[in-house]
Structure formats: C-alpha cells, structure tokens
C-alpha cells in the first residue's frame, strides 16, 4: 500500500540547511520506505536520505534508533582514527531540531542520513552484508556489542534459539 506524505513537513523536523526542493522515492528496499531528499542551499542542490521506518517490524524504533546511534558514532570514530572520510564511510544520522534520531507523526516514523555521494558501498559490490559485517566486527568490540539493544521481535526469538543450541551442543 502506497501512502502519501507531506515531505516539506517531515523535512522541517530535522535539522536540515536548506529549503526544501523534493523528496522521491529511492530504490527498492523491502522492509522501510527510502527516499532522496533535495534541498536547496545557496543556490546548490543538497541531497538526503529520508527513510520511513517499518515499525511494524522495528517494534521499539527509540531502540532501534540508540543502537544506529552508538554503531555510526564508533564507526565515525574509528574512521577518523584511521585517516579515513566518515562523511563517505559511515552512516551519518541527521537530528530531529529537537535533539532526537528520529520524528513521529504519531503513526509514522521518519529518520534522516546525510546522502554519501560517490560512495560505494562493500554491501552492494558483493551482494551480500557479510563481507562488510564481517570487515566491521573485529573493531566492534564486545564491550560495545554488549551495550546494543533487542529492538525486533525475532531478534528476541534467534537469541533464544542460539541459547538452546549451545546447552544442547555443550551438554
């Protein structure tokens, strides 16, 4: 089902520089709805990724959206720490003016990232996020691993399951 959004609205939440030209859809994916964001900034067009998220499957998105906040900012980090561009390396999440990760119109739920022009992306050169998560884990520490939030039902669900194959495999 294709719903219609007041897109200047949503967009005038965040804390976005510039006036809001259009927002289209932006690729295909199959759990949020993805949109390029453009807004015009002395004279120059500005483009953002605006997403919808799916919070019939993200039941806890004030969750979902602390655990995107601590990955970006250690990958933001370890970025810099290397000599790298977190600008076209990481994810970069843009606030709402009132300080949070994400807007809700009371039924929907919105969060903006900086568009990375030029990026190319591990995940879609391969096919696959492994690759990428995998590339990604041995600098995540466990420490910081522990400090994620369950914010999907089968997150739940597949936790438990590893718990009751590793007493079977153990015991």
């Known amino acids: ?3 219609e ?5 949503i967009a005038g939440h965040f804390a976005i520089d510039g006036k809001y030209v259009s927002c289209v859809r932006y690729g295909e994916g199959h759990i949020n709805d993805t949109f390029k964001l453009t807004v015009e900034k002395d004279g120059k067009e500005v483009h ?3 997403q919808r998220i799916n919070n019939r499957l ?3 998105v ?5 655990n995107i906040r601590l990955v970006t900012e250690f990958c933001r980090k370890s970025v810099v720490a290397h000599g790298g561009d977190p600008m076209r390396e990481c994810l970069n999440v843009v606030p709402t003016k009132d300080g949070k990760d ?3 119109d009371g039924k929907n739920y ?3 990232y900086i568009f990375m022009h030029s990026a190319v992306l591990q995940i879609f050169l391969r096919g696959s996020m492994r690759p990428s998560f995998m590339k990604f884990c041995p600098i995540f520490t466990t420490q910081k691993c ?3 939030i369950s914010c999907a039902p089968w997150e739940r669900t597949c936790a438990a399951e590893r718990q009751r194959y590793r007493r079977r495999s153990t015991g």
């Open 1 to 3: 089902m294709q719903e």
């Open 5 to 9: 959004f007041c897109f200047s609205e």
């Open 48 to 50: 953002y990724i605006l």
């Open 58 to 60: 993200f039941t806890d």
């Open 62 to 66: 004030e969750k979902l959206m602390r």
């Open 102 to 104: 994400y807007y809700t």
């Open 110 to 112: 919105f969060r903006v």
């Open 146 to 148: 522990a400090m994620l």
